[in-house]
């Protein structure tokens, strides 16, 4: 009876501090855990959107646009630096990761339908305010959303993500020759870009120690890209890029009028974009911030934690 007695005592002394704790603890949402990246997806006009997802719902957002020919696995190491204090998205834009993967005479892959999926990701999420990371393709993708909302923008981010016509190096040329004249042999030479070497290149060149770059980087982007149907698809991006360059003037012309907080993070040795192009954002917003590291176009992959920190104090400065 003692025996009973005493677990009987003790089981009521757990409940009570059970009781307590749940009282104190605040109720959390599965993205409220700084330590833990969530991975999801999204229906958004019948496609299925993968995306990343960490930090804390009641926290200003973040959204990270990747660029060719990665996926958001490009923000693996970003974001677990940027939950701490925001909640952080990153998608998969379509074409792209782990998103599906629709054919071409099913989906129509420009970079108009990026954007209008993107605001259908945006407002499935219900995301109303947030700072905007754009890195690559993910630059004329957000600056199409910024024109679409600038009411949502809080500030942006620019990584080697170009609107200036100064900013397009001669690695262009070959692409650009297809733009004039859009010919099967022109569109033809451009699966180049899509071989492994050429992803690789993406990721070393420019790189002063190429021992800090992941394999695993370009071997999954390389992995993505040879999948069936995928080089026509990433042939019509590049077709449908010379779009991006015609609405240059579009998104000069926003940041002139809304004056948005930049911060332009920028990898000097870059093949594709040159350093002009993140100096020309201070023609449009003289306070614009722009930072040189010594690095190729992948700049997260070698100095992804100067960065990241340069990110976090670019946060801290935005409105709410």
């Known amino acids: 009876m003692k025996n009973l007695k005493l677990a009987g005592i003790i089981l009521a002394v757990l409940l009570t501090k059970l009781n307590v704790m749940a009282q104190s603890t605040p109720a959390t949402h599965p993205t409220t855990s700084s330590t833990n990246v969530h991975y999801r997806h999204i229906s958004v006009n019948g496609l299925s959107i993968f995306y990343r997802e960490a930090g804390p719902v009641n926290a200003p957002t973040i959204l990270l646009l990747h660029g060719y020919p990665t996926s958001s696995h490009m923000f693996r190491n970003l974001i677990p630096m940027l939950s701490e204090k925001h909640h952080v998205i990153a998608p998969d834009l379509p074409g792209f990761g782990y998103t599906e993967l629709p054919e071409r005479s099913k989906f129509d892959y420009t970079f108009d339908n990026l954007a209008k999926t993107m605001q259908g990701f945006i407002e499935g999420l ?18 199409r959303l910024a024109l679409a909302n600038p009411e949502k923008i809080t500030g942006i981010i620019s990584q080697n993500g170009n609107a200036y016509e100064e900013g397009l190096s001669e690695g262009w040329n070959p692409i650009q020759r297809y733009w004039k004249n859009d010919t099967p042999a022109n569109r033809a030479a451009l699966k180049e870009f899509l071989t492994h070497d050429a992803t690789k290149f993406q990721y070393l060149t420019g790189v002063t120690d190429p021992s800090v770059i992941a394999p695993e980087s370009y071997t999954l982007d390389q992995y993505f890209l040879d999948r069936p149907g995928v080089a026509e698809i990433q042939l019509d991006f590049l ?26 993070v920028w990898g000097n040795k870059d093949p594709f974009f040159l350093p002009a192009g993140a100096e020309a954002y201070k023609k449009d917003v ?6 040189f590291y010594n690095t190729g176009h992948f700049a997260l992959e070698s100095h992804g934690y100067e960065i990241g920190n340069e990110i976090l104090k670019f946060l801290a400065t935005l409105p709410k």
């Open 126 to 143: 219900k995301l109303n305010r947030f700072a905007v990371y754009v890195f690559d393709y993910g630059a004329p993708t957000g600056y």
């Open 239 to 264: 077709k449908d890029y010379k779009s991006n360059v015609a609405l240059y003037p579009k998104f000069q012309e926003y940041f002139r009028t809304y004056k948005p907080k930049i911060l332009a």
């Open 286 to 291: 003289p306070d614009a911030i722009v930072k």
